[in-house]
């Protein structure tokens, strides 16, 4: 059975990094394409980032040249990676994974001075 753990959020000021990662447990990882979506408070969870099994990525035109989402699959963790952080970046994240169709708990980030 997999299951998705998300870690990394917190709070952040404008301009600011942070890494999120994903731990995935079972042995199908490699073989899932795996994505990143978040939710504001009042908002419709959205994608903001995927990667194939192969490794192509997709990302949502918000994020374009500031998020960049990765993975091992030796450590089954995919990252996402977010720099130039803004206040409309402030949501709970999640990772998902295509092939299961399976959530994390999320993790939230706070993008504020």
């Known amino acids: 059975q997999v299951q998705l753990v998300e870690s990394g959020g917190g709070l952040v000021q404008p301009g600011g990094s942070l890494r999120l990662s994903c731990a995935a447990s079972?042995?199908?990882?490699?073989?899932?394409?795996m994505g990143w979506y978040r939710q504001a408070p009042g908002k419709q969870r959205e994608m903001v980032a995927t990667?194939?099994?192969?490794?192509?990525?997709n990302y949502a035109d918000s994020v374009k040249g500031r998020f960049t989402i990765s993975r091992d699959n030796g450590k089954k963790i995919v990252y996402l990676q977010m720099s130039s952080l803004k206040a409309e970046d402030t949501a709970v994240y999640y990772c998902t994974s295509a092939l299961t169709g399976r959530w994390g708990q999320g993790t939230q980030v706070t993008v504020s001075s």
């Open positions: 990667i194939t099994a192969g490794g192509n990525t």
């Open positions: 079972g042995s199908i990882f490699s073989s899932s394409g």
